[in-house]
């Protein structure tokens, strides 16, 4: 999902763009973050605790955007999951599938005081080069927010998957299930 937000609603304290960057997310970072998902997807909510679940089961792929330890700015959070599938909002799952074929972008959102710099697609980036040298085949996820053709210019194509069609009505009437492929 990508961020689609208005103002600011929980404003945070001025900051020099130049200093931020991507680093690892830690258990610190899950208030902040469950605050910014709250801004980017009012109508999506996923409370703290599903980060928390995502973090655990997955740290290698959940970053946030921050100037050194600060308060994160944006977050990417990022697991292995089954081909045309997604869980769904706000559950917490088990662990990850052994059958796990994509490396599934769970969530991208960026506070409004930051967006259009670019975060996005530095941080989409480094994820594909991650799942690639990991051996994925490709990065899926589930576009809200009319977000499609924002995927779509980091390399992302629509995919009409009838196993996708059920699980997709839970995630709104815009919701488009997206892949990118990461073979050489």
């Not at 937000?5 to 020099?16: Q, R, V």
């Not at 792929?61 to 959070?77: H, T």
């Not at 576009?143 to 995630?171: C, H, I, K």
């Amino acid at each position: 999902m990508e961020f689609q937000g208005g103002p600011a609603e929980h404003p945070l304290p001025p900051l020099s763009p130049d200093g931020l960057s991507w680093r690892a997310m830690t258990a610190a970072d899950l208030d902040a973050v469950a605050d910014i998902a709250a801004i980017g997807f009012p109508d999506h909510f996923e409370g703290r605790d599903c980060f928390e679940n995502r973090l655990a089961l997955n740290p290698d792929s959940c970053f946030v955007l921050a100037d050194g330890d600060g308060p994160p700015r944006g977050y990417l959070v990022a697991y292995p999951w089954r081909a045309d599938a997604a869980p769904a909002l706000n559950t917490l799952i088990e662990s990850i599938p052994g059958d796990a074929s994509v490396m599934y972008l769970h969530d991208l959102a960026l506070h409004p005081d930051v967006r259009g710099g670019g975060w996005s697609r530095e941080i989409v980036e480094r994820l594909a080069a991650q799942a690639r040298a990991a051996g994925w085949p490709a990065l899926a996820l589930v576009a809200v927010n009319d977000a499609a053709p924002f995927w779509e210019r980091r390399g992302f194509a629509v995919v009409d998957s009838p196993a996708m069609t059920a699980q997709l009505a839970s995630y709104g009437p815009d919701a488009r299930y997206m892949t990118r492929d990461l073979k050489p």
